[in-house]
């Protein structure tokens, strides 16, 4: 799918940095809107609708976690990638915790960042466009496709972009054992990588949604293959 247009939001306190990076992406063929502060770009994202993020963490005024949570009360769905000089594994946990779905760290090569840029939105067009207009159920799992919306005992879930289209790849299989590989690609994309344990990163997150009303659990670890979505006593495939 083309993803040239695409309305990408940068917020860079580095003037230089910023520079560049803008330079390569509209020469790539994005509209890129620009913010120095950390404050400026949550309400330039809270007001415009961008199919893309990137953000730096150390920003004056607000940091791009601070942003990121914010973003992610307001809009579940945007696309968020963190590129930043605080690239331990430390940082990268906390910011896949405050909501974002890739993390790039500094020093980088340009063509690392147009790949994942192109990969989020190629992933976030492809959810968007192929899905059905439809609702999807499972146990006392509700999801609405047209509203985007996730219930579970009949009370709303707030998930991020991320944990939605690993919760619906559950359950377009339930029943069925799904490996972290094939998560890695129908969620994540062929081209992510970031470490081998975001898959378990990302579930230990939605079990926790889902559950955070005493509720049973459904997604189980399947030793050595994957995950499953399924009740207690039901069998695997």
Request: aromatic share 8%; charged share 30%; hydrophobic share 40%.
């Amino acid at each position: 799918m083309d993803t040239k247009n695409a309305k990408i939001l940068l917020v860079e306190d580095d003037a230089k940095v910023c520079a560049f990076i803008n330079k390569g992406l509209t020469e790539e063929g994005f509209e890129v809107s620009i913010a120095l502060n950390g404050k400026e770009g949550y309400q330039m994202a809270s007001a415009n609708k961008f199919d893309l993020l990137i953000l730096d963490i150390m920003l004056p005024e607000m940091n791009g976690l601070e942003i990121c949570k914010a973003v992610r009360e307001e809009n579940t769905h945007v696309p968020i990638l963190f590129l930043t000089a605080l690239g331990s594994s430390e940082n990268i946990a906390m910011g896949l915790n405050s909501g974002a779905d890739d993390y790039l760290a500094k020093p980088f090569k340009f063509i690392e960042l147009i790949a994942r840029v192109k990969s989020l939105l190629r992933r976030s067009r492809n959810f968007n466009s192929n899905i059905p207009d439809n609702s999807y159920r499972f146990s006392d799992i509700k999801v609405n496709d047209s509203s985007k919306t996730v219930t579970r005992n009949g009370k709303k879930i707030a998930l991020t972009s991320t944990e939605y289209k690993l919760l619906l790849a559950f359950l377009k299989a339930p029943g069925r054992v799904i490996s972290r590989t094939e998560l890695l690609e129908n969620v994540w994309g062929v081209n992510y990588d970031i470490g081998t344990n975001v898959v378990d990163v990302y579930v230990n997150y939605l079990r926790k949604k889902l559950e955070k009303e005493n509720n049973d659990r459904l997604i189980h670890t399947v030793i050595g293959m994957g995950y499953v979505l399924k009740e207690d006593d039901e069998d695997t495939e």
